[in-house]
């Protein structure tokens, strides 16, 4: 059994001025002439952060650098400043290393969305080239951003199961698109765990991610008012 991540993906906007940056111990970050922190160069310097799933004993937990680490998170680029102060840790964003920079100096770290597409969005699995170019793009985002000290994990695509209107059923090649990636992803970056991320759940899909998907490390489900429910829900499915 592997393991889920299940999180409520809220951000509040509230009317707090913010003055100064601080370290987690309390101290601002020196600024050189140059407009870079002491914080922000170390960053640069540091390099990939090894983050693992550690199974003990049928519990799951998330590490990071070795240590335990709790997502406290939101989605979204904006307001990282306040995000921080409120004692949020993780941010999910698109693939980007500009924001990466600006959450890193900020010591937060970062789900990123890599852009894998479905069939809403005119993607089609019975198209090998299509699928073939997916790739290269997906697997060039990694190779350029894999040893970046705020990535946490890598995200395949979101909500790929849903279709348009006038498909009646998804196509289940979309998930052996996802396995061939999140080994591609394993091989070149051992340090960061990949999921996928779905807008459902129901028997059918689950049982077909862990068959067609065996090499996803977890698993994110978008969830609103039936969020409680969805852990019984993965359990019952064999998740």
């Known amino acids: 059994m592997k393991q889920s991540l299940l999180a409520t993906l809220l951000f509040c906007i509230l009317g707090v001025g913010l003055t100064g940056r601080r370290t987690d111990e309390g101290v601002p970050s020196l600024i050189r002439q140059d407009g ?13 952060i090894p983050v693992k799933i550690e199974n003990r004993n049928g519990v799951f937990r998330l590490t990071r650098n070795g240590e335990k680490y709790f997502v406290r998170g939101a989605v979204g680029q904006d307001y990282l400043d306040r995000l921080a102060a409120y004692g949020g840790n993780s941010i999910r964003i698109s693939a980007s290393r500009d924001i990466l920079d600006k959450a890193g100096s900020m010591h937060l770290t970062a789900l990123v969305n890599l852009p894998v597409h479905g069939e809403r969005d005119g993607m089609d699995y019975n198209d090998s ?3 073939r170019i997916q790739r290269e793009k997906v697997i060039d985002i990694v190779q350029r951003l ?3 000290p705020a990535v946490l994990m890598w995200a395949l695509g979101n909500e790929m199961e849903f279709v348009r209107p006038e498909i009646t059923q998804y196509n289940t090649k979309v998930w052996e698109a996802v396995n061939a990636l999140a080994e591609e992803i394993h091989r070149i970056d051992p340090d960061h765990p990949v999921m996928t991320v779905l807008g459902s759940v129901s028997r059918e899909l689950i049982g077909n991610i862990i068959r067609l998907s065996p090499s996803l490390d977890l698993l994110g489900v978008n969830a609103y008012g039936d969020l409680k429910k969805v852990p019984g829900w993965l359990r019952a499915f064999g998740w």
């Open 36 to 48: 870079i922190s002491s914080n922000d160069l170390q960053l640069r310097e540091s390099g990939s």
């Open 129 to 131: 080239a299509s699928v």
């Open 146 to 148: 894999k040893d970046h």
